[in-house]
């Protein structure tokens, strides 16, 4: 099973991944995640990628398609694709993709949340540098911000505060919010409504995903 979620920032789309991941048999590529990690390195290229995620911008297309193409080789049990695509260039080199290998799409889950409630969540998002995992200070009652998992301290994105929340959403409505029409047209757009609880949205999620079989 292919799924793509596609969402403005901060709707939830890394929470819902993992939890699709740990009920069905798909692998999860976050983009943002991969990045990320790719910065842990301190060369030119780096560098220049740092400066663009902080101003809200996207990556080239190029660089994008190369991680996400090496991710396919070990994703034969299908994927749940989460920042990716995030504009029209990305979405036809996707399809192609995998058109080459012999499989398609087989849902759009669109998260859909008001700016403001996500950038809320924006705000109140910590994430832990060691494993990735996700918090919202609006729910977690913690004492300490240390990761539940590796008890590492959680630390803020780099891009998660109020300026660049802006830019990324400016950019999202720009390149990414017109993909819901172009999945619209082909039938596979599935709208979810993502201001809800994590586990709420979650269930809705599997409704709808079990519609499909
Ligand atoms: P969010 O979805 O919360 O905005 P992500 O972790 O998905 O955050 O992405 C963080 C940043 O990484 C983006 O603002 C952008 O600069 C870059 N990025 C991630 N995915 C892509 C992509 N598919 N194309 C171009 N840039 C990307």
Same mark, same amino acid.
């Given at each position: 099973?292919?799924?793509?979620? %596609? @969402?403005?920032? @901060?709707?939830?789309?890394?929470?819902?991944?993992? %939890?699709?991941?740990?009920?069905?048999?798909?692998?999860?590529?976050?983009?943002?995640?991969?990045?990320?990690?790719?910065?842990?390195?301190?060369?030119?290229?780096?560098?220049?990628?740092?400066?663009?995620?902080? @101003?809200?911008?996207?990556?080239?297309?190029?660089?994008?398609?190369?991680?996400?193409?090496?991710?396919?080789?070990?994703?034969?049990?299908?994927? /749940?694709?989460?920042?990716?695509?995030?504009?029209?260039?990305?979405?036809?080199?996707?399809?192609?993709?995998?058109?080459?290998?012999?499989?398609?799409?087989? @849902? /759009?889950?669109? %998260?859909?949340?008001?700016?403001?409630?996500?950038?809320?969540?924006?705000?109140?998002?910590?994430?832990?540098?060691?494993?990735?995992?996700?918090?919202?200070?609006?729910?977690?009652?913690?004492?300490?911000?240390?990761?539940?998992?590796?008890?590492?301290?959680?630390?803020?994105? +780099?891009?998660?505060? +109020?300026?660049?929340?802006? %830019?990324?959403?400016?950019?999202?409505?720009?390149?990414?919010?017109?993909?819901?029409?172009?999945?619209?047209?082909?039938?596979?757009?599935?709208?979810?409504?993502?201001?809800?609880?994590? +586990?709420?949205?979650?269930?809705?999620?599997?409704?709808?995903?079990?519609?499909?079989?």
């Amino acid at each position: 099973m292919n799924i793509i979620l %596609l @969402a403005p920032p @901060a709707a939830g789309k890394g929470t819902q991944a993992e %939890l699709i991941v740990s009920k069905y048999q798909v692998k999860h590529i976050s983009t943002g995640a991969l990045l990320r990690k790719s910065l842990k390195q301190e060369d030119s290229i780096s560098k220049e990628i740092r400066e663009i995620m902080k @101003a809200g911008k996207l990556v080239s297309d190029q660089i994008i398609l190369e991680l996400i193409e090496k991710e396919m080789d070990t994703a034969k049990e299908g994927v /749940v694709l989460d920042g990716f695509p995030r504009n029209r260039v990305q979405a036809i080199e996707y399809e192609q993709l995998l058109q080459k290998l012999g499989q398609k799409v087989d @849902a /759009v889950l669109y %998260l859909s949340i008001p700016k403001e409630v996500a950038k809320k969540r924006i705000l109140a998002r910590r994430t832990c540098p060691n494993c990735g995992k996700i918090y919202n200070m609006q729910i977690e009652e913690m004492l300490e911000e240390l990761c539940g998992s590796c008890h590492t301290s959680l630390v803020s994105r +780099e891009d998660d505060n +109020e300026e660049t929340f802006d %830019l990324r959403y400016e950019t999202y409505m720009r390149e990414t919010n017109p993909l819901i029409s172009f999945y619209q047209e082909k039938g596979l757009l599935i709208e979810i409504d993502a201001s809800l609880k994590k +586990e709420e949205v979650f269930e809705v999620i599997e409704q709808k995903l079990r519609m499909l079989n």
